[in-house]
């Protein structure tokens, strides 16, 4: 018999992980920071804001520096900081909902789609009929049948993302089955519901990392339209777009009124597609 | 030989920057010359440098990888220095390049007539920009060889456009077109004029090739680099596109750098061979030269793993032992050394230069610089004790499977396949690609449905098996797949992958499969050690090891073993072999050897059945078929099987197919 040792010396170094590999990259470091900043500002709102964020003065549309309104107050005299850390802590209790739910819900119709070859129609088809309709006017109709607050928000988002994560996770479930390993498992005995939870399923997963931070980041924007439009949470409860709405009629004599939302969410929205280019490119590799 | 050379590579050095930030010294110190007209045969494994060679040769290096040192000039220009402008004039006009895959190399949306019309507007462009620089340099080169051919080839093609200062597109196209017919027929497509408007798909493969031939050809290059371009074909088809190769250099002059890892194919297509080894260049010399007399011990024991047509079926070859040396470690000695059975002291610790031997022959061997005599022979193949085989096994009648394609159109994989197999015994099944191996191999292992027919197993029918006797066939029936990079779940440890076959038959209990799982591993020369790491950190060789441990963990009488060996490299094919064959032997398996590669079926088979279009067209005793084949398709393919002995070598005959037993 050929005796043969294990030739190849095990490497010094461990390889890492590649999702911490990825996230410790100049790209993943900035895009953490700038995320983990938003979010730390959100969870500490009660903290650092100092007033309600319903709280009334006497002062309407101080400038930024006034004492005790760091970045001044809006048209009813409610401190800005106050309202935009509120609004921070108020949209990502959003998201971090509605997104998981999304993938969550579209995972399972995915898993649906992979059992059966009629049940797989029925889900495509299904996610057609979610896809055909635009995000907004699927959360006009969906507020129109609900009336506006918390839970339309949620529920739009959620149901906007089940399409993506279902179709993502069924293409990858469509690759890895015709892989040869697949077929090495069935020969070797493996049962059906085997070979997808500990063969297919951990192959097909990386897309979906990348994809749950690119939906964060589509959430912000969803919520931030639909609370412009008034059809989000109800005033006066702060969120991101509902102050950024609420500055628009004085956008010429008070331009800071508008800066702190739009200034968050750029910063949240860059951190999340830093992040998710820099998950996509290491799992590319 | 007193013409200049045409390329001169001189101390290339290439390195890769790994992820980890590491370096990887993939080409170290590669020196060699090519003159107008030669073939130069590039020859190793897979990791020894040779394709990095070429891609370094053009600027062309992938991802991370830099040329670290060295120069490499063509017609005294250097190449290394050329800014990105310079570079891609010479890409194409004055070195053309051949890709290993004919498949996926043409845009399967465009006609073969768009892709060679691209290819020539591309260079008509860049003549027009450079038309002066180029026609200053051809008369340079071609005072000092008057029997350019260049010149000579291009007398018939209408090219009047490109030399209008202001050429009208109408006609501009047609002399493309003509010129793009006129490629056609040199390579080798019938009715080039009709076969223009037609799409890659409605190509074969070696048809593809000689398309992809003609698109190298369209920049008339002085030099045509060919990266392993017969590795996706069959043998027949190789052996036609070699011919082509052959015929192009005589008529056209162009020098051919031929990349292969198939000893067989320099044999057959190069007057001269660099062997390279760990990214350094071994042994350099005329073809003839160095197959009947190798200096370097790399070279012996390459020559002696490959396996010959000739060798009798139940015989064994030696590999080379080990492993090929890790590139991201500095290299002390001899990159060889290691697996040397002839290595010195010194050559673990000083580099040995590659030294002119004789006149026309280079090796890089401190000991072999010394050595008078030439090195001794290889050990010829020993015959095995092979008990005989036992009862019947397996048994197929009138298997029968067909696709269904897109309309109405289908696909007939399987057409009344017949066939037996017992205890102990080996069958070789041997065929091109399209023959219906593959499908016949999932077929007997139950991994694909078999549309008609009876399968016998132990003589039971277990042609359509319900839920409970399919996992008991399963047991009985084991499979060894061709690729052993796709074939390994890449997230899951060695250990779970070997374990799981224990899992799902129920084999022991759950505590005792550590104990198994380490006793495969053994079993197939592994350490069981390996039982934690995941494939990722296997070499090609190591992986099919862990690929036949998995099959044998349920213990199963029948092992159908798909091209187990033709994904690996030639020192590592005879490894696998030898263990396949041992396996047998302690194990009583039943074998079904699926293989295109003759020499090697022949080798382990007792019984061969030689497949065509999905019908078995003859079956006989191992020796018996290949030393006296009865159907012509047989013939076909014992003839085109490329042998490592140069042409000179030969009987004249060699090439029909009766010769070819002696």
Known sequence: MTAQTAAHPPLARKPRHPYRAALATVRGRTGLTLVGLVVLAGLLAPLLAGHGPTDQSGLA??????????????????????????????????????????AVLGCLFALAAAAHPIADTVVQRTFDLILAFPGLILALAVTAVLGPGRLPVILVIALAEIPVFGRLLRTGILVQSGREYVTAARVGGTSGRRILTRHILPNAADPLVVQIAVSLTVAVFIEGAMSFLGVGVRPPEPTLGAVLSQSMPYLAQAPHFAAGPLVTVTALVLGLSLTAEALNREIRR | MTTPPLLEVQGLDVEFTTPDGGGLHAVRDVSFTLRRGETLAVVGESGSGKSTTALALLGMLPGTGRISGGSVRLDGEDLVTAGEDRLRAVRGVRI?????????????????????????????????????????????????????????????????????????????????????????????????????????????????????????????PDILLADEPTTALDATVQDQILTLLGELTRTTGTAVVLITHNMG??????????????????????????????????????????LRLSAPSGTRLVGIPGTPPDLRLPLAGCAFAARCALAEDRCHTALPPLVALTDTVRAACLPAAERAEPLPPPVPPTPLDRPAPGAVVLTAEGIRKTYKGRGRRSFTALDDVSLSLAA??????????????????????????????????????????????????????????????????????????????????????????????AELLRLVGLDPAAADRHPRSFSGGQRQRIGIARALAPEPAVLICDEPVSALDVSVQAQIVGLLTDLQRDLGLALVFIAHDLAVVRQVSHRIAVMHGGRIVETGGADELCERPRDPYTRALLAAAPDPVPVAARPSVARTPEAVSV
């Not at chain 2, 002066?132 to 009047?160: E, I, N, Y």
């Not at chain 2, 009709?194 to 920049?219: E, K, N, V, W, Y």
């Not at chain 2, 219906?436 to 009876?454: F, I, M, N, Y």
């Not at chain 2, 390994?488 to 799981?500: D, F, S, Y």
Request: net charge positive; charged share 25%; glycine share 12%.
């Open chain 2, 424 to 517: 102990g015994e080996t069958l070789g099944i041997v065929g091109e690609s399209g023959s219906g191996k593959s499908t016949l191999a999932r077929v007997l292992a139950h991994a694909h449905p078999a549309d008609a027919g009876r399968i016998l197993l132990d003589g039971r029918d277990v042609t359509r098996p319900g839920r409970a006797e399919l996992h008991s066939v399963r047991r009985r029936v084991q499979m060894v797949f061709q690729d052993p990079y796709a074939s390994l779940n890449p997230r899951m440890t060695v250990g779970e992958i070997v374990a799981e076959p224990l899992r799902a038959f129920r084999v022991g209990a759950p505590e005792e499969r550590p104990a198994r799982v």
């Open chain 1, 61 to 102: 549309l101080a400038p930024p520096g006034t004492p005790g309104h760091p970045l001044g107050t809006d048209d009813l005299g409610r401190d800005l900081l106050a309202r935009l850390l509120h609004g921070i802590r108020a949209d990502l209790g959003i998201i971090a909902v509605a997104v998981p739910l999304g």
């Open chain 2, 265 to 306: 194919v320099v044999a057959r297509a190069c007057e001269r061979v660099l062997v390279m080894y760990g990214g350094t260049v071994v042994e350099d010399g005329p073809t003839a030269e160095v197959l009947t007399r190798p200096r370097h011990p790399y070279t012996a024991g390459l020559l002696a793993a490959v």
């Open chain 2, 96 to 220: 053309g390049m051949i890709f290993q895959d004919p498949m996926t190399a043409l845009n399967p949306v465009l006609t073969i007539g768009r892709h060679l019309d691209e290819v020539l507007r591309a260079h008509a462009g860049r003549d027009r920009a450079a038309g002066r620089d180029k026609a200053s340099r051809g008369d340079k080169a071609t005072a000092g060889d008057s029997a350019d051919p260049r010149t000579g080839g291009d007398s018939a093609v209408p090219r009047s456009g490109r030399d209008k200062t202001a050429p009208r597109t109408g006609r501009d196209r047609a002399a493309r077109r003509a010129r793009a017919v006129e490629l056609l027929h040199l390579v080798g497509i019938p009715e080039p004029e009709r076969r223009l408007d037609d799409h890659p798909h409605q190509f074969s493969g070696g048809q593809r090739q000689r398309i992809l031939i003609a698109m190298a050809l369209a920049g008339e």
